[in-house]
């Protein structure tokens, strides 16, 4: 099992830019794709972007190609999602996960962490 704890979320104005991270603990993840979600009240929860562990590629919903950036930092076990110029839209929950190597379903999430985009 993975153990995920995100961080960074908060308020921000239009326009303006937060940066999550999720902390990554637990058996090897080379062989698991690293993805963030949200889930904005009243809404299904949706697939933001992903990015795979071992090669660093990375995925994106359309809605948030070029404004946010997955990335992450092997050293630290940790998973980035830079979210700039941001919407009101933006407002959600945001999840990290981390998909089984045998599935290739996400099983294990985070807590989640609030991010709210209002002026």
């Known amino acids: 099992q993975v153990h995920l704890v995100e961080s960074g979320g908060g308020l921000v104005q239009p326009g303006g830019s937060l940066r999550l991270s999720c902390v990554v603990s637990?058996?090897?993840?080379?062989?698991?794709?690293l993805g963030w979600f949200r889930q904005a009240p009243g809404k299904e929860r949706e697939f933001v972007a992903a990015?795979?562990?071992?090669?660093?590629?990375?995925y994106y919903t359309d809605s948030v190609k070029g404004r946010f950036t997955i990335s992450r930092d092997n050293a630290k076990n940790t998973v980035y999602l830079q979210m700039n110029s941001m919407k009101p839209e933006d407002t959600a929950v945001y999840y990290c996960a981390s998909t089984d190597p045998t599935t290739s379903l996400y099983k294990d999430w985070g807590q989640g962490t609030q991010v709210t985009v209002s002026s």
């Open positions: 990015i795979r562990w071992s090669s660093g590629n990375t």
């Open positions: 637990g058996r090897t993840f080379n062989n698991r794709m």
